[in-house]
């Protein structure tokens, strides 16, 4: 019986702490995701020229990117908690939409999702996103490195993006 006050005052704690506005730890990297609100440029697959937005919405619980390059059409990327991970949708440009959930809470300044299911997928062995390994190298930098699968044969393709100034 001795545990119930100290789990009462862990719990009053925690509440405190969040009316104050200190907001409890994030370990799935969605605060991370929010940081990089804003146009970020660089270049990806044979030099061309990308182009991607961060937007944070749906009351902060959300983070929608928009990806452009090259010639391609823009995709959009909606991330979102699940639980201590995160999860995304990603919009392709090839009509079918991958969800991704994290591996693992972020680590060492990376972040990496794998394939939970897509929708949209004409035949099991068509092309899609299966992949994902965002890197934070430094506030002004990230990468994204997206592995396209198609028949069996995995492809990465690497963004090196900086902010826009």
Known sequence: MKKAPIVLCAAGLVAAAVLMGAAPADPSGLERLKALAGEWEGKGKDGQDTRVTYEV???????????????????????????????????????????????????????????????????????????LAMRFPDPGHLVHEWTFIERGQERVEVFNLARKK
Do not use: I, W
């Open 57 to 131: 919405t749906s009351n902060g619980t959300a983070v929608v990117e928009t990806m452009s390059a090259g010639d391609m059409h823009s995709m959009v990327t909606v991330y979102h908690h699940d639980g201590d991970r995160l999860m995304m949708t990603h919009y392709c440009g090839l009509g079918n939409q991958p969800r991704m959930r994290s591996e693992k809470p972020l680590q060492g300044g990376v972040l990496r999702f794998a394939m939970v299911d897509v929708t949209n997928l004409p035949d099991p062995q068509a092309g899609h996103m299966h992949k």
